[in-house]
Structure formats: C-alpha cells, structure tokens
C-alpha cells in the first residue's frame, strides 16, 4: 500500500485545511487510517484515526476541531481542520494499518500563523 498526502500549506490561526491521503495498491487489505503530526523536536503523536467501519478516534487537543473521514471509492481519507492554533503546526502524516503492517506517507507541512 502506497500513501501520497496533500493539502497542507500556512494559514492564520483560526483558520481551516483540509488534508487528503490517497492511498494505492492493495487497498482492500486496510483495516486502519490514522492521521499523526509532528512538530519540531518533538515525537510523532496520533491526531485522529477511522477503520474500515468508519468509527473514529481523536486525540483530545483536536476534538471538536478536526473531522477525520475515508472515501472508500476514492480510497482517500480526508483530515479536516477548522479553527487551527498555532500549536497544530506540524508535518502531518498519514497512516495505513493493514494485514501484514503498515504504510506511511511522505508527510505535508501545516503551519499556523499566530
């Protein structure tokens, strides 16, 4: 399984993205879609995550802000941001969970000015 994301890029705080992660190759074998961001120095964290029945999970920072949903037909899993802060600046990558393991992307950059 191959993953290519896109959709990230400076804005003013307060403000909305909407990350896409295409996903390639076997894709009928994902079972997990995770969103992670990391900001400099710092490790990698899991912002929100959908399975294959589109239940989905957020970190508590994000709650409330960010919507995580999939695509099926597009093999395409989207991470809407509203109201971003500064602190959600970040490489935000994406994740598959499959059987047999997993696959990442190349990671977009998301910057929140103050």
């Known amino acids: 399984v191959e993953l290519m994301e896109s959709g990230g890029g400076l804005v003013q705080a307060g403000g909305s993205l909407r990350l896409s992660c295409a996903a390639s190759?076997?894709?009928?074998?994902?079972?997990?879609m995770r969103w992670y961001r990391q900001a400099p120095g710092k490790q990698r964290d899991l912002v929100a995550s959908i399975t294959s029945g589109s239940s989905t999970n957020y970190r508590d920072s994000v709650k409330g802000r960010f919507t995580i949903s999939r695509d099926n037909a597009k093999n395409t899993v989207y991470l809407q941001m509203n109201s971003l802060k500064h602190e959600d600046t970040a490489v935000y990558y994406c994740n598959a969970q499959y059987f047999g393991g997993n696959s990442w992307g190349q990671g977009t950059q998301v910057t929140v000015s103050s």
């Open positions: 190759g076997t894709t009928s074998s994902i079972v997990t």
